[in-house]
């Protein structure tokens, strides 16, 4: 988390959340992720596997890919984000030189539909195309498909490299994604895999299957699956993750889940497949402390070994009075020692108006505690909160708390000689213009709206009797639920910037949900 472009704007709209609860960002397809990890496992990596595909068992929504539909009806003026220009400081001359340039292209609806990379050339002195990712969306505004180009420098054109195609069911889940990959000797896109999700009559994901093309065949066959189970709350019990086996599933791991009386994770177990015996045996556990808002404030991992519960690593977090987190902790298990190592910590402050001002990140050095690495500082434009700005597809999850006001200017140092030495700084650039966006007066017979919200939502239920409205954060995680008849409207202003699932069960058995954006 030190380069504002690999932070925000290196992460791809289709995996990316926060995972659970306050830890690592998952960058990247979850296709081509569960690909790799699948590959990993097959090649013996699996400590390395494992640690990866935990995120994807114990957070089915970073499979779901839930996309609000754009409401086309009345105009706004915003400020969109249109590119990010990038400088590195030499420190040999002491001046700012060009470094790296991404620019954003949307289509009337305020869509993201281009993102294009470019790095700066000091041989030649010209900016050199890096990447592009082109998004086209359905008529009801979810993402259809997405294509990743890199810029092939003899032939002087973008070349392809993968792309996805996706269907979706009416609660805008996806149903299938097909994948391809640029044959470049017939210049076209080749099938290479596909993906097909079940979901529940609670629209909870229950099984995400991956198909590979077979090189003898050269037909799709199945290759892994994760299967999910839940309880009453729509909160994953159960997750394991089976590889295909000679047309048999195989069961390769497996992750149990335990929830307190307020609905919050405790604790976790992990399972591995024993190759000698075929039984499943412990790998692992992870508890969790809360405090009285459900936010974890100390995760501790174990392993298991011999029978017993090994100390592994350990993560303390703590949180301001508006619930936003302060910092975070990482300690590492020394048993040579039998203590706690010290590992990286990160320091978050706020201003006044919420804003993150500046991250600082330390790592953890024996004897003198934490040691000053790097940090990163922001500026803002208070007079534009972040239901003026619109801002590319792929900012999600974590990165939206960085836009409760509009950023101007992004700072990064680094720790040298006991002093802060600058190291890069980004601008964004905007543009003042006309989105066609959704009419809060005019909205959908169902549905929930201003999307994305600030201080509160309207949820209108299809039928006048009873409803039960349930909030989830993107962890799965019930946040709020409450009754209401036909029309309701909730405060959203002290919920934390991110994703939220909204549900809603209807009179009659009717079930329906929505995505919806907090910042």
Known sequence: MKHLFTLIF????????????????????????????????????????????????RNPSLL???CQPELKSAEAVKQRLDSLVTLEY??????????EVQKFIYNQYGKNTSES?????????????????????????????????????LAANWVGIFKTENTFNSQGQVQTAQNYSWKTETSQWVLEGRTENTYDSKNNLVSYIRYALDDETGLLAAA???????????????????????????????????????????????????????????????????????DATLILDYDYSDGNWINDSKEEITYNSNKDLTSTKDYDWSLESSAWIADERTDVAYDANKNIISETYYNGNGAQGWV?????????????TSSDIVLPTIISGEAIIYFRHMVTLSNEYDWRNSQWRNRFKTTPYYTSTNITIADETSQEETGVYPNPAHDKITIIAGSAGNSQLSLYDFSGKLVFSKLFAGKTETNVNNFKPGFYIVKVNEEGGKTWQKKIVVR
């Open 10 to 57: 290196g992460i791809l709209i289709s995996a990316t959340v926060l995972a659970f609860p306050q830890k690592n960002l998952l960058k990247g397809h979850s296709l081509a992720s569960l690909s790799d990890i699948a590959q990993k496992l097959r090649a013996g990596n699996d400590d390395i596997a494992a640690a990866e595909l935990h995120e994807y068992m």
């Open 372 to 384: 000053e690495d790097s940090k990163t500082a922001f500026t803002f434009n208070n007079s534009y």
């Open 64 to 66: 779901m890919n839930l």
């Open 224 to 294: 892994y699956k994760i299967v999910y189970t839940y309880n009453s709350n729509n909160q994953v019990l159960t997750s394991e993750f089976q590889l295909n086996a000679d047309g048999s599933w195989m069961a390769y791991s497996r992750m149990q889940y335990n929830y307190d009386s307020n609905g919050w994770l405790v604790l976790e177990y992990s399972y591995g497949l024993n190759y000698m015996t075929f039984i499943m045996e412990y790998s692992g556990k992870t508890e969790y402390t809360n405090n009285s808002s459900g």
């Open 117 to 153: 990379n470019y790095l700066w050339n000091k041989r030649t002195n010209s900016w050199r195309p890096e990447y592009k990712d082109i998004y086209t969306f359905s008529t009801e505004g979810y993402i259809a498909s997405i294509s990743e180009y890199e810029w092939d420098t």
């Open 90 to 99: 030499d420190t040999i001359g002491g001046t700012w030189i060009n470094n």
